[in-house]
């Protein structure tokens, strides 16, 4: 069993940068994949970050260059350092993870853990 608890995020202008934090509990959090998925309002839930426990990464393409995945295993945390913010970003951020620690996967579905999520606005 896992549990997850994000922090960091706020509200910034365009332009903007902001870190996420996802704090897990459990000692085998690092054997664990995770990822950021998001929800803005009124719209489906997105895939945005994901990294392996071997740490591989990949990003959803629309935040491909900007938004960067990491993880310490040391501390059990994964964070999502987010560069050149859009309005368009404004969402819930939520943190998510599964126990198969090389899933590679864009459905938010695949992931079986998951955090209460934390705003992020983004104002033009």
């Known amino acids: 069993q896992v549990q997850l608890v994000e922090s960091g995020g706020g509200s910034v202008q365009a332009g903007g940068s902001l870190r996420l934090s996802c704090a897990a509990s459990g000692r085998t959090f690092s054997t664990f994949a995770a990822g950021w998925i998001r929800r803005a309002p009124g719209k489906e839930r997105e895939f945005v970050a994901g990294?392996?426990?071997?740490?591989?990464?990949y990003y959803a393409d629309s935040v491909k260059g900007r938004f960067t995945i990491s993880r310490d295993n040391a501390k059990n945390t994964v964070y999502l350092q987010m560069g050149s913010l859009k309005p368009e970003d404004t969402a819930v951020y939520y943190c998510?993870?599964?126990?198969?620690?090389?899933?590679?996967?864009?459905?938010?579905?695949?992931?079986?853990?998951w955090g209460q999520g934390t705003q992020v606005t983004v104002s033009s």
């Open positions: 990294i392996t426990q071997s740490g591989y990464t």
């Open positions: 998510a993870a599964d126990p198969f620690g090389s899933l590679v996967s864009r459905n938010p579905s695949d992931f079986d853990y």
